[in-house]
């Protein structure tokens, strides 16, 4: 039987992630970096690992789609119409496994997904992003 967090993002269309499917390393976004903005010796151990991380999901800029903005605290627009040197450190692009709706901009969720660190420009979005997560599931906290 589905609890009522996991009934909202079936019916989200978002990837279903038990508790026991989430056995990878959480780590909390300030982890990710140093004072001056560099990557992390953690981030560095952490790349390419699947990790999971607790948010808010940004608002979408289309209703249906196969990603999103993670941030630390709630946000009423898009972050990621920045540069690079712009770049928030309270921010994650998440590539999703497939495609979902959007949840609240206020509900906390969990993200697991496989970490990519370094400047990058995603070629469907034309998002810059220095943190990704790819592959990505989530569940409501």
């Not at 992390?40 to 981030?43: F, I, L, T």
């Given at each position: 039987?589905?609890?009522?967090?996991a009934a909202?993002?079936?019916?989200?269309?978002?990837p279903?992630?038990?508790?026991?499917?989430?056995a990878?390393?959480?780590?909390?976004?300030?982890?990710?970096?140093?004072?001056d903005?560099s990557f992390?010796?953690?981030?560095y151990?952490l790349?390419?690992?699947?990790?999971?991380?607790?948010?808010f999901?940004?608002?979408?800029?289309?209703?249906?789609?196969d990603?999103f903005i993670?941030?630390?605290?709630?946000?009423?627009?898009?972050?990621?119409?920045?540069?690079?040197?712009?770049w928030?450190?309270?921010i994650?692009f998440?590539?999703?496994k497939?495609q979902?709706?959007?949840?609240?901009p206020?509900?906390?969720?969990?993200?697991?997904?496989?970490?990519?660190?370094?400047?990058?420009?995603?070629?469907?979005?034309?998002?810059v992003?220095?943190?990704?997560?790819?592959?990505a599931?989530v569940?409501l906290?």
């Open positions: 039987m589905l609890t009522r967090r909202a993002l079936a019916l989200a269309g978002l279903l992630l038990s508790r026991a499917s989430f990878a390393e959480r780590i909390r976004m300030f982890e990710l970096y140093e004072d903005q992390s010796k953690r981030a151990e790349q390419g690992k699947t990790i999971e991380i607790q948010g999901m940004a608002p979408h800029l289309k209703v249906a789609s990603f993670l941030s630390n605290t709630p946000v009423e627009t898009c972050p990621f119409c920045a540069s690079e040197g712009d928030i450190d309270s994650v998440v590539r999703m497939s979902g709706e959007t949840i609240n206020g509900r906390v969720i969990n993200t697991v997904g496989r970490l990519e660190i370094g400047a990058e420009t995603d070629a469907e979005t034309g998002f992003s220095r943190v990704r997560l790819v592959d599931a569940r906290a």
